[in-house]
């Protein structure tokens, strides 16, 4: 398990590769990740759900939502701190004006 993730999987999710746009190439990295499951002992004789339930690994399909809806919040975090500063620089604007008019 420990040679799956340190080889295989680190692959996956730290290279461009993870987020494939054609079906075709998700099919294929959903294969390697089958393939190395076969690879453990203790889980040689179970279905490719039943070996991923045994070890603990979500499917690549949930990682993939899980990692878009990351970012997602990731994205609007730093769109509403921006939108946060610019109201601040707008109010800090009109109070200096304020200001120079008195």
């Known amino acids: 398990m420990l040679l799956y993730k340190s080889m ?10 993870w987020s494939p746009y ?12 089958q393939r190395a ?8 004789g179970f279905a490719y759900s039943e ?3 045994v070890l ?3 499917t690549l399909k949930y990682r993939h939502y899980r990692g878009d809806m990351i970012e997602t919040i990731k ?4 769109f509403m701190t ?4 610019l109201i601040y620089l ?3 604007i009109l109070l200096c004006e304020e200001i120079t008019a008195n």
Do not use: A
Request: glycine share 4%.
């Open 8 to 17: 295989v999987r680190s692959h996956f999710f730290s290279n461009s590769m």
């Open 22 to 33: 054609k079906v075709g190439l998700t099919d294929k990295i959903k294969k390697v990740q």
């Open 37 to 44: 499951t076969k690879l453990i002992p203790s889980c040689k």
């Open 51 to 53: 070996r991923l339930k």
């Open 56 to 58: 603990g690994i979500p």
């Open 75 to 78: 994205f609007c975090i730093v």
């Open 82 to 85: 921006l939108q946060f500063r």
């Open 90 to 92: 707008y109010v800090k």
